[in-house]
């Protein structure tokens, strides 16, 4: 029988059909070396009751009568132990996590909890359009898995991607959920459901009670204004800016200690992606900020730092042929004036490509001919913010929905302040992202 043939009930359409036309051309050459090019493009594993099988392939007569040998070996248990593997060590990154970013896995726990106990209902009743609601459910949840994909709570992160391909079924069509439905979904939705196994795996190592313990200092926000307040009458210079620095940083932390706890994150999935990254680069002014104003923000430049790693920097085969240093880099600058405050974070990336950019609008129906015409390459750039644009054609955990940059410049608008990316082909890019102090940010 056909190897082809035989193969079909085992592959999808697509790969079925890359298989057959594959070793078509693979039997039509006339030169070895380039029937070996089709070999790389053969499926390499498939699941056949249950178990997973690996496919070799070995040109064994290349005369008038092409041979092809094909190698089948059962790698079920293989596969089995590496996952085993993988999860131990997923584990014992949230573990970790959870001892070094105890508070932050609490709040963003404590967050999650009330958008599914009642704030997503309140999202219900304030828009009209179904297809407003669903843009907003699906953006808040795409951040929140962001987060807890930050932390390490990686079976978090899973199940509340699984929700947002609910989400982006029901967009493709939302005439067909109407409010009533959409009250019935979230009222299904257990977070407690969806937190489970990660906080078994913690309690597990760490004890029942470890997210609700540790000590802590309670202190009444006014008197704790109030002392503020009495620093900067009696103190002056710089006394008052160490003072009442030091009094900040026991309550707000600092843009630069919030932008380090990134690097992690950054490293690790530049590793998945087969990507070499340099230790991230802070500097500029200290900024201290209410974590509970810039909170949204602040989750939401995960989705910069994913996008650095999964779009802009390249591998790093392509950087050497581009003369580029193998490891990419990432630079945060932090900058101050009299009424607002400026982070950079600049890569020394691919850059964007305009005449791409405007092809893929076109294509999703974003801009038409005439509107793309009229456009300036700095606002075609700044077309990566709008909602639904993604240079990706596939979704995955990292990318593709379109709608990470998007949460971010939703969020600085929320807060009155502007964001924009600039950027030169092959040199990078750079977020400029501009916000007011709010309530008490310091600088040093």
């Known amino acids: 029988m056909n190897f082809g043939v035989l193969m079909k009930d085992y592959l999808d359409e697509k790969q079925h059909m890359l298989l057959i036309k594959s070793l078509d051309s693979l039997f039509e050459q006339k030169k070895e070396a380039r029937s070996k090019v089709y070999l790389k493009l053969l499926p390499h594993e498939f699941r056949a009751d249950n178990r997973s099988i690996s496919i070799a392939y070995k040109i064994i007569s290349f005369s008038e009568s092409k041979i092809l040998m094909v190698i089948l070996t059962d790698i079920t248990d293989k596969k089995s132990l590496e996952k085993k593997a993988q999860e131990e060590r997923n584990n014992m990154k949230l573990i970790l996590s959870a001892i070094n970013c105890k508070s932050e896995i609490i709040e963003a726990v404590a967050e999650a909890r009330d958008f599914f106990s009642f704030e997503a209902r309140q999202i219900l009743d304030q828009h009209h359009s179904v297809k407003d609601v669903l843009t907003v459910l699906f953006r808040i949840i795409h951040t929140m898995k962001g987060d807890f994909a930050l ?171 581009k003369g580029k240093v193998g490891r990419g880099r990432i630079r945060c600058e932090l900058l101050k004036n009299s009424s607002n405050f400026i982070i950079k974070i600049s890569d020394d990336g691919a850059g964007i490509n305009p005449p791409n950019i405007i092809s893929l609008a076109k294509a999703k129906g974003i801009y038409t001919s005439e509107e793309a015409a009229a456009l300036s390459d700095e606002a075609i750039i700044n077309t990566i913010f709008l909602d639904s644009f993604s240079t990706k054609s596939e979704v995955s955990m990292l990318s593709g929905r379109g709608v990470g940059l998007s949460a971010v410049r939703n969020e600085v608008l929320a807060l009155r302040g502007t964001i924009e990316a600039q950027s030169k082909v092959n040199e990078g890019t750079t977020f400029i992202i501009t916000l007011p102090y709010l309530d008490h940010c310091i600088t040093h």
């Open 151 to 321: 932390r390490f709570l990686h079976n978090t992160a899973v199940k509340l991607h699984q929700l947002e391909e609910q989400f982006v079924t029901m967009l493709k069509e939302p005439e067909k959920h109407p409010p009533v439905m959409l009250r019935c979904l979230i009222a299904k939705i257990d977070f407690n459901a969806v937190i489970r196994e990660d906080m078994t795996i913690i309690q597990e190592f760490l004890g029942e009670g470890f997210l609700d313990s540790g000590k802590q200092i309670n202190i009444n926000y006014d008197r704790f204004e109030s002392l503020i307040n009495i620093i900067e009458d009696r103190y002056h210079g710089d006394d008052k800016q160490f003072l009442v620095g030091s009094i900040q940083e026991l309550t707000y932390p600092s843009l630069n200690s919030i932008l380090l706890g990134y690097s992690g994150y950054i490293e690790i999935l530049a590793l998945k992606l087969n990507k070499a990254i340099a230790e991230i680069e802070i500097f500029g002014d200290i900024i201290y900020v209410n974590r509970q104003i810039y909170a949204n923000f602040l989750k939401s430049m995960i989705h910069i730092f994913r996008n650095i790693i999964d779009h802009a920097i390249e591998h790093p085969e392509e950087r050497a042929e």
